[in-house]
């Protein structure tokens, strides 16, 4: 008995929706508990985990609906949008698939700033600048698809990509000035895959219940705006000095 392309579509979603509900959860712990201890790097290496399972589930998945657009979507068949192959393949195949490499990128790179910190040029490592070309790529496709399909979100979420691969170029080959460089770049990496995983859940999930807002820009703008303040506040507190109490 062969397994259609719709079944194994429909349990690599189970398999997603398991594995980025761990990460949806676990990646909090680090951001709002206690910086370097026990459970910030328990709870990290889950969400680390977790992340790349689930961007490697999502690579699936984007396949699996380029070669069956409509058999792995047969919920759309009668939307005025999301009927056509091209628009099932452009959204659910293309930009899955960047938002996928996204997010094993980020979470990959944000792992080695932290287990490389005794030799900053171990994340020049191959397999770290292999997944910078990949993410190139796909960025730069899912950038294409979008002016194919005339839609904005496609195009304007393809610029996280090359900025990604641009900070963490600058990075690899910038020697760090300091040890809190290295946890900055953490931060912007672990947080973004956070940021990721949130705006897939969100978009590609209110497809299956809400067609109709799935590519609202306000919709795609929660994750990203949240993260963004994140990010920002705690390398902030990263970079605050150290205030020492004098003696009296």
Known sequence: MTLSTHGIFESLVIMHIITGTVGLISVWIPIAGKKGGVLHRQAGNIFITSMLTTGLVATGISITTLADPTGTHPHL???????????ISGIFGWMMLYLATLTINLAWHGWLCMR???????????????????????????????????????????????????TNLWFIYRQPSSPKARIKEHIKSLVGAGISVYTAFFAFGAVRLLPEIALTPGLWAIPLVTGLILIIYHQRAVMAPVRRVQPT
């Open 77 to 87: 068949s009668t939307h005025e949008v999301f009927r056509q192959p091209e628009m």
């Open 116 to 166: 490389n910190k005794r030799d900053h040029k171990k994340n020049g490592a191959w397999h770290n600048l292999l997944l910078q070309v990949v993410l190139t790529a796909t960025s730069a496709n899912c950038f294409i698809r979008g002016i194919e399909l005339n839609q904005p979100m496609m195009m304007g979420i393809a610029f996280v990509g090359f900025a990604t691969v641009a």
